[in-house]
């Protein structure tokens, strides 16, 4: 069976390129890291960009190590993809709006929802093209991330679920994720700046015609499952869809799909959130891990 990843457009070499990047592709679905290259210096060569974009398309989640560049310069990089958006629960650094602080200490309690396969920001009308994402501290031991391939998920599922959910769509909410910890005016005062936004549960990726699986962490339940084919009684849309919810949310899960990441102070790592889910691992005892990302402004999924 060919791979989701065959489509992806072929790398092309920038003459002007004194050095070539290295590329190690990490497994057989998803990731690569770079060699011989600092963002930095990428962050003011739309050449070397163009050809990160590529990989990019390829590999949907590249790592980079050793970069010790300034935050300055990991804005400038990000900024080469889109405008830069900032969380509404995450702070940003206050010098340099659109780099969200995910910082985390002993007196800090975990957060709810990085530990769960999810795309970010999918409860935004437009969610994000991707994010840049910079480790800054982390133990020495543990606090690893993994990401999934959902354009592969997608090509892997059965034809007669592929068939059942080409015309699904889907409603992603804040409210019920990072508002459920909050008292009620406040996660009320939340939804009200972020509707639930409602995605197709198929989507295309907009630059390589992929056809990536759409739901995750963030989705809550299905919006047009309520039609004579699925529905006889008003039991089958309570057992029904949700099931089928939670089997294609479960697709994030398995092995052969993802890939795993050991940081290290100065590791990066940058990610096509239109075809990938992640989860940050909690397994790492009371300590600091402190990351810095620029999410990056995405397109209405269709």
Known sequence: MATATANAPTVVRSASLPDSIRVETLTCAIGAELGNVNLGVASRSPEMVAEIRALLLKHKVLFFRDQDITRAEHVAFARHFGNLEDHPVAGSDPEHPGLV????????PNDRYENAWHT????REKPPFGCVLRCVECPPVGGDTMWAN?????ERLPEQIREQIAGLRARHSIEASFGAAMPTEKRLALKAQFPDAEHPVVRTHPETGEKILFVNAFTTHFTNF????NVRVGQDYTHGGPQLLQYLISQAFIPEYQVRFRWKPNSMAMWDNRSTQHYAVMDYPPCHRKMERAGIVGDAPF
């Open 150 to 154: 959902m354009a592969l998920a997608y």
């Open 226 to 229: 309520h039609t004579p084919d």
């Open 120 to 123: 970010d920001a999918t409860w």
């Open 101 to 108: 602080r995910i910082y985390k200490s002993p007196e800090m």
